[in-house]
């Protein structure tokens, strides 16, 4: 992955909040303290590296959606970000392009429904919306109490979990408190990665680093033993150039609501169910069809997962 677009993961992900809330049947992994936990009902697919992998998806087959009354709704006009790949940016053509826009495209190909999609700058999505310049924010936006008393949410339809990465002679498929009890651990310091490793891996010894290209420095060199942070821009980096092939996740992930945020989904403005509605409906036939399984190992290759 490319350093601006590892900057671009780390300037974000976390100040947003990524990740949280979930449902009582997550279709993905579910991970307890410490540890993750069995898969539940995980769609099993194939990456393109034809690697076997389990895709998390975050809708329950037992609470499947009424079809809405969709007649009132004849255009919907999604905004995104310009600039937050892989998630929304240009494409070479110079038409939106990323994971939330191909998402926003299945929805209106499900829906049967006219969409535009604007590029905006982040800080300016939440104005546009309110003041009906879009109906739609698909742009990685956060669930937070906050964001909630000015736009309502569509059901999560991603989130960032959190993980171990050690090197590839040294991975563990489970990583457990009691297991790094006296083991070098780095993380960016002042992070929701260090509070959390503070809280439950006590025993470990943390080492601190200013960012993340000199936290992953660190374990490339064999400062630490492990490192912990932001799934998705980690299995970037594991993917890319720059880590030389040099590590690999260790254990399961990390989705603790209280250091890692809600979850996120499709914002639309306050009051707007008959859109809200459609977008839940839409995003559960699409995982249902296995179309959100396609997209998703067609931009993570590596599962943050």
Request: charged share 25%; glycine share 8%.
């Amino acid at each position: 992955m490319q350093p601006q677009i590892e900057q671009r993961f780390n300037e974000f992900m976390v100040p947003r909040g990524l990740g949280g809330w979930i449902a009582a049947a997550m279709l993905g992994w579910l991970v307890g303290l410490g540890a993750p936990a069995d898969v539940a009902r995980a769609q099993g697919a194939t990456a393109p590296s034809g690697v076997s992998q389990a895709v998390p998806g975050f809708w329950d087959p037992r609470r499947r959606p009424d079809r809405p009354d969709l007649s009132r709704l004849t255009v919907i006009r999604f905004m995104t970000e310009t600039d937050y790949p892989p998630f929304n940016f240009t494409g070479p053509d110079g038409n939106p392009a990323g994971f939330n826009v191909d998402l926003a495209r299945l929805i209106c190909d499900e829906i049967k429904v006219t969409c535009t999609i604007q590029m905006r700058r982040f800080d300016t999505l939440l104005d546009a919306i309110a003041s009906n310049r879009g109906d739609a924010i698909i742009a990685s936006l956060s669930v937070t109490p906050e964001l909630r008393k000015r736009v309502d949410f569509s059901d999560l339809y991603y989130r960032t979990p959190a993980r171990f990465v050690a090197r590839r002679d040294d991975v563990s498929a489970v990583v457990r408190p009691e297991t790094l009890d006296g083991k070098k651990v780095g993380v960016v310091a002042g992070s929701s990665h260090e509070a959390y490793l503070k809280a439950m891996f006590t025993g470990a010894e943390l080492h601190t680093y200013p960012n993340d290209e000199a936290l992953r420095q660190a374990l490339k060199q064999s400062e630490v033993e492990l490192i912990f942070g932001d799934a998705i821009s980690l299995a970037f980096w594991i993917n890319g150039a720059d880590s030389e092939n040099c590590c690999a996740f260790s254990g399961g992930p990390f989705i603790e609501s209280r250091y890692f945020g809600e979850g996120v989904g499709i914002a639309v403005k306050k009051g707007n169910d008959v859109l809200r509605q459609a977008l839940n409906w839409a995003l559960f036939r699409i995982w249902e069809k296995g179309r959100y399984t396609d997209l998703w190992l067609r931009y993570f290759p590596v599962n943050p997962f």
